[in-house]
């Protein structure tokens, strides 16, 4: 005997099957909105170039708008606490650099609790610094601007992009484990920062890679050091600080994507792994290599250790060197 066609017994089906497909904790019409993804600093840096194209690629794939949106101010801080009060739904997003983590070692009180109130999605994306000088100085090798440091003990200058900075903090690292006494020059950004090491009115400044590489082929700066393990294919002819008399120096500019804490951990996933797809296609790595940006997808869980292990470190340096935000 045939049965009877039933439609309402095939649209249940397929209704369960869609949603078996779907990770769970993940509404089967995410998103059914905007994203849009929170950005700290200004158009133009790391956190802002990384998450535009990542926006781009998702818009792509998802068939639904993510849109950035740019509120700088202290230090990434105020989009920070935008997004650790958005609606835990996977529709606010934050793009971060490594001041997320310097933040609550600089800060007397913050408005939220970055370890409580942000979960990581990914790292995205981590670039070196090289530490530069003017030729004019006469370093030949980081070796060279070490003794010069050890001779006169808190004479030399290195400037930066402001307390608090990336810049900064990779300097004190390099005070810290080199053992020397050197002044830190705050100074308003990066260009400013590299003009005085540039002019000489500053011994060294550890420069974004990326900043620096044209001055350095050009001969305008010395690049004695790349902070990383491992030498820069930008430049390759650059030793890197730890082979240059710092044993053990790593320090990495580090740009990742945060949402609020309490979203569901299937849709943290679910963000995790749209993002890392992005970030493991061959033209991503094309795109940003020449900006000295290197893809890095993480797990979540991976992203929130590599904050927790940088906010100790980064507390540590801050107290020795007695730094605060202005």
């Known amino acids: 005997m045939k049965h009877a066609f039933i439609p309402g017994l095939v649209l249940a089906a397929l209704s369960l099957a869609v949603q078996a497909a779907q990770p769970a904790g993940v509404a089967t019409d995410y998103p059914s909105k905007p994203i849009r993804v929170l950005i700290g600093f200004t158009p133009g840096g790391g956190p802002d170039i990384t998450a535009r194209y990542i926006a781009r690629r998702l818009t792509q794939n998802f068939g639904q708008q993510v849109i950035v949106d740019n509120r700088p101010g202290a230090g990434g801080t105020i989009a920070a606490n935008i997004a650790a009060n958005a609606n835990p739904d996977g529709y606010t997003l934050l793009s971060v650099s490594s001041a997320h983590a310097v933040a609550p070692a600089i800060y007397a009180t913050l408005p939220y609790d970055p370890k409580r109130d942000l979960a990581g999605i990914t790292l995205t994306a981590v670039s070196k610094y090289v530490l530069v000088a003017s030729p004019s100085i006469g370093y030949k090798s980081l070796k060279d601007m070490l003794a010069a440091a050890r001779t006169k003990p808190g004479q030399l200058n290195f400037s930066s ?68 393990k491992k030498r820069d294919p930008l430049l390759p002819n650059v030793p890197t ?51 000295g940006l290197e893809p890095s997808p993480t797990t979540a869980a991976g992203f929130d250790k590599m904050i927790a292990e940088d906010i100790v470190l980064f507390t540590r340096l801050a107290r020795a060197g007695n730094i605060r935000a202005q």
């Open 241 to 291: 600080i730890a082979e240059s008399g710092v044993p053990g120096y790593d320090a990495v500019l580090w740009f990742g994507l945060l949402t609020n804490s309490k979203t569901p951990r299937g849709l943290i996933n679910h963000l995790n792994k749209a993002t890392t797809e992005v970030l493991a296609e061959e033209d991503t790595r094309r795109r940003w290599s020449p900006m």
């Open 161 to 228: 992009a402001g307390v608090g900075s990336g810049t900064h903090f990779a300097g004190e690292l390099l005070k810290s484990m080199a053992k020397i006494d050197v002044v830190h020059i705050p100074l308003k950004g990066i260009p400013e920062a590299m003009t005085e090491a540039i002019t000489g009115r500053v011994q060294f400044f550890m420069s974004p890679i990326a900043s620096a590489v044209g001055l350095v082929r050009e001969g305008k700066l010395a690049g004695l050091g790349v902070s990383s």
